[in-house]
């Protein structure tokens, strides 16, 4: 299993946040609703009164995208953990690879945000207010992609930055303003010193483990 969590509550945003960056291990102490992607057979036909996307009430622009993407039904963890989020709860959860976690966050994630949306171009319009943080460029990429897929018919900004290239392009994007912003710890970090990252709006923090921290 892959635990992963969820910060919704603004209070516990700082202190996350601090030991993502400085110890990498998964979130502090908080009020924690666990989710666990295997179910009991006793809550299948609880899960099932909720398990249609079509129930969750999303705005339109997001229901459109998922509608776009094929999904119908919410798997497990899905269906646990989506509306606890909207709720402005903190999770924690743990599901297998291909489980369909990256939605069971993003989703959410992009509905508590609908409020701030906006036409403007002025970057002050357009403040981090969600922290997507990865351990790895490669899942930070392909998690990404997967939230902009999900924000295309939204008017949020998205974009994402890691190691192992140019920090000018990265910049550019940050310079513009974006609403999410998925980042490995280290590169994070760079554009924090740089001044190019300000992160005094978060309201809203996803975190994954590394791989080292899975193993333990």
């Given at each position: 299993?892959?635990a992963?969590?969820?910060?919704?509550?603004e209070m516990?945003?700082?202190?996350?946040?601090?030991?993502?960056l400085?110890?990498?291990h998964?979130?502090p102490g908080a009020?924690w609703?666990?989710c666990?992607?295997?179910?009991?057979?006793?809550?299948?036909?609880?899960?099932?009164?909720?398990?249609?996307f079509?129930?969750?009430?999303l705005a339109?622009?997001?229901?459109?995208?998922?509608?776009?993407?094929?999904?119908?039904?919410?798997?497990?963890?899905?269906?646990?953990?989506?509306?606890?989020?909207?709720?402005?709860?903190?999770?924690?959860?743990a599901?297998?690879?291909?489980t369909?976690?990256?939605a069971?966050?993003?989703?959410?994630l992009?509905?508590?945000?609908m409020?701030?949306e906006?036409?403007?171009?002025?970057p002050?319009?357009?403040?981090?207010?969600?922290?997507?943080?990865?351990?790895?460029?490669?899942?930070a990429?392909?998690?990404?992609?997967q939230?902009?897929?999900?924000?295309?018919?939204?008017?949020?900004?998205?974009?994402v930055?890691?190691?192992?290239?140019?920090m000018?392009?990265?910049?550019?994007?940050?310079?513009?303003?974006?609403?999410?912003?998925?980042?490995?710890?280290?590169r994070?970090?760079?554009?924090?010193?740089?001044k190019n990252a300000?992160?005094?709006?978060?309201?809203?923090?996803?975190?994954?483990?590394?791989?080292?921290?899975?193993?333990?």
């Open positions: 299993e892959i992963s969590c969820l910060v919704g509550s516990c945003i700082r202190d996350s946040l601090r030991v993502a400085t110890q990498r998964a979130c009020n609703r666990y666990n992607a295997q179910i009991a057979l006793g809550a299948t036909i609880a899960l099932s009164m909720t398990s249609s079509s129930n969750l009430q339109e622009s997001l229901a459109r995208a998922v509608a776009d993407m094929g999904y119908e039904s919410m798997t497990p963890i899905q269906a646990q953990a989506i509306p606890v989020v909207l709720t402005g709860k903190d999770v924690m959860g599901a297998q690879t291909g369909g976690k990256t069971a966050f993003s989703l959410p992009l509905q508590r945000l409020r701030h906006n036409t403007s171009a002025s002050a319009r357009h403040p981090v207010r969600a922290l997507v943080l990865l351990p790895t460029r490669e899942l990429d392909q998690v990404a992609q939230i902009a897929q999900y924000a295309k018919y939204t008017k949020l900004r998205s974009t930055v890691f190691g192992g290239m140019d000018k392009p990265q910049t550019l994007e940050l310079k513009k303003g974006v609403e999410v912003l998925v980042a490995t710890p280290g994070l970090l760079d554009h924090i010193e740089a300000v992160l005094n709006q978060v309201c809203l923090l996803y975190t994954s483990p590394s791989p080292r921290d899975k193993r333990q």
